[in-house]
């Protein structure tokens, strides 16, 4: 599921294309005109295109997307810079089965601009998250963590993209890992064997 420019989705479609990888992406969801799509006309992916603006409200979206993406019945759900918190329904659905990536050291700057934050807090050090989607706001239990140095001269785009560039291996060595392995959940703790 993504909304933008879709490197990390490359990431994951680059991983799922090597010799014996352990999962193939079914199907791209995206909620607006993005770059992501294009990928997924490019390579042929099925595309499911669900906009909040097609619904009376966002309970409604959110039940729509809940029953659409399990019409591709996956294993797990991996948001990919999906700029869209999931409700109720879609949590319900596949609940413990969605993995985020997210450009902070989560419980740090959490939300959409954790690059931004991050920035302005003054962090010498941030980096990105690999986590579980629960229902909240980027709390979910954390599966894996890689830091990134911030310099003095960085702007949010050139910060961003060293993150995205650790971003992109990790969250693909984590869906590789979760697909063969699984993962155990101890209260906040997930660990994957
Ligand atoms: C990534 O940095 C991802 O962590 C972030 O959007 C970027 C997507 O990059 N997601 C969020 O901030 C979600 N809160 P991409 O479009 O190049 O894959």
Same mark, same amino acid.
């Given at each position: 599921?993504?909304?933008?420019?879709?490197?990390?989705?490359?990431?994951?479609?680059?991983?799922?294309?090597?010799?014996?990888?352990?999962?193939?992406?079914?199907?791209?969801?995206?909620?607006?005109?993005?770059?992501?799509?294009?990928?997924?006309?490019?390579?042929?992916?099925?595309?499911?295109?669900?906009?909040?603006?097609?619904?009376?409200?966002?309970?409604?979206?959110?039940?729509?997307?809940?029953?659409?993406?399990?019409?591709?019945?996956?294993?797990?759900?991996?948001?990919?810079?999906?700029?869209?918190?999931?409700?109720?329904?879609?949590?319900?659905?596949?609940?413990?089965?969605?993995?985020?990536? +997210?450009?902070?050291?989560?419980?740090?700057?959490?939300?959409?601009?954790?690059?931004?934050?991050?920035?302005? +807090?003054?962090?010498?050090?941030?980096?990105?998250?690999?986590?579980?989607?629960?229902?909240?706001?980027?709390?979910?239990?954390?599966?894996?963590?890689?830091?990134?140095?911030?310099?003095?001269?960085?702007?949010?785009?050139?910060? +961003?993209?060293?993150?995205?560039?650790?971003?992109?291996?990790?969250?693909?060595?984590?869906?590789?890992?979760?697909?063969?392995?699984?993962?155990?959940?101890?209260?906040?703790?997930?660990?994957?064997?």
């Amino acid at each position: 599921m993504a909304s933008g420019t879709g490197s990390l989705l490359e990431s994951l479609l680059a991983r799922s294309d090597q010799q014996h990888s352990p999962f193939e992406v079914t199907a791209i969801v995206v909620d607006r005109d993005c770059r992501a799509a294009d990928i997924a006309r490019d390579r042929a992916i099925p595309l499911l295109d669900c906009r909040v603006s097609e619904f009376a409200d966002r309970a409604a979206w959110d039940t729509a997307l809940a029953e659409r993406v399990a019409g591709f019945d996956p294993e797990w759900v991996v948001t990919a810079g999906f700029m869209k918190i999931l409700g109720p329904a879609f949590l319900s659905r596949f609940g413990g089965r969605i993995v985020n990536s +997210h450009p902070a050291l989560l419980p740090s700057f959490p939300g959409p601009h954790g690059v931004a934050d991050a920035l302005a +807090h003054g962090v010498k050090v941030t980096g990105t998250t690999v986590h579980l989607v629960d229902d909240g706001v980027d709390t979910g239990p954390i599966l894996a963590q890689e830091p990134v140095a911030v310099t003095p001269d960085d702007t949010e785009d050139t910060l +961003h993209e060293r993150i995205k560039a650790v971003e992109r291996v990790l969250l693909a060595d984590v869906v590789t890992a979760l697909v063969t392995k699984g993962v155990v959940i101890d209260g906040r703790k997930a660990d994957i064997p």
